[in-house]
T-cell receptor, first 114, second 116 residues
Framework: DVKVTQSSRYLVKRTGEKVFLECVQD?????MFWYRQDPGLGLRLIYF???????EKGDIPEGYSVSREKKERFSLILESASTNQTSMYLC?????????????FGSGTRLTVV | AQKITQTQPGMFVQEKEAVTLDCTYD???????LFWYKQPSSGEMIFLIY??????QNATEGRYSLNFQKARKSANLVISASQLGDSAMYFC?????????????FGTGTRLLVSP
């Protein structure tokens, strides 16, 4: 079964810590995405990548960075975590071209910054 | 301006009844795609149904159907014969254009509660 795997389901970090959220897909997809999900705001795009070492800012990139050194792995980095980054983070991937299935999502990481 | 609008924060339905979840969208691109995803309490996003802007017929997938009204820019999800397991968040999303890269824009979601 094809999968997008996020390394942690739940994470608690302290303010100011550097936080890494890892995402791995086994579908050989070119495109990978990081969204955050907050009640009443839906899913908002943080960063995406369409190729190894390529990255593009989404709608809310402030306070985040990303890394894509290998095709299957896309990491989201919170350089200095803050309480307003407490959220659900969803990773997704998709192949190049249009797909009737859209994205394949991971199960999400619920991050709490204290 | 919101590209995807879901005006129902929450909906209630009794088991075995049908329910419609609303979604309107805004785009000037003639080529686009519309998606519905389900998110149970476990958190994963599950693809339900897709409608392309040039598709001639409304999409159907089992108990799910999409009421696509292009002129009104609406893409409502209809769930027939609701089941308890349908209780979840539902998100409408849109992809604009038909090029090699697709980026989805999501609505704010509707929480559906199915009661026995």
């Amino acid at each position: 079964d094809v999968k997008v795997t996020q390394s942690s389901r739940y994470l608690v970090k302290r303010t100011g810590e550097k936080v890494f959220l890892e995402c791995v897909q086994d579908m050989d997809h070119e495109n990978m995405f990081w969204y955050r999900q907050d009640p009443g705001l839906g899913l908002r795009l943080i960063y995406f990548s369409y190729d190894v070492k390529m990255k593009e800012k989404g709608d809310i990139p402030e306070g985040y960075s990303v890394s894509r050194e290998k095709k299957e792995r896309f990491s989201l980095i919170l350089e200095s975590a803050s309480t307003n980054q407490t959220s659900m983070y969803l990773c997704a991937s998709s192949p190049t071209g249009t797909s009737r299935y859209g994205y394949t999502f991971g199960s999400g990481t619920r991050l709490t910054v204290v | 301006a919101q590209k995807i609008t879901q005006t129902q924060p929450g909906m209630f339905v009794q088991e075995k009844e049908a329910v419609t979840l609303d979604c309107t969208y805004d785009t000037s691109d003639p080529s686009y795609g519309l998606f519905w995803y389900k998110q149970p309490s476990s958190g994963e996003m599950i693809f339900l149904i897709y409608q392309g802007s040039y598709d001639q017929q409304n999409a159907t997938e089992g108990r799910y159907s999409l009421n696509f009204q292009k002129a009104r820019k609406s893409a409502n999800l209809v769930i027939s014969a609701s089941q308890l397991g349908d209780s979840a968040m539902y998100f409408c999303a849109m992809r604009e254009g038909n090029t090699g890269f697709q980026k989805l824009v999501f609505g704010t979601g509707t929480r559906l509660l199915v009661s026995p």
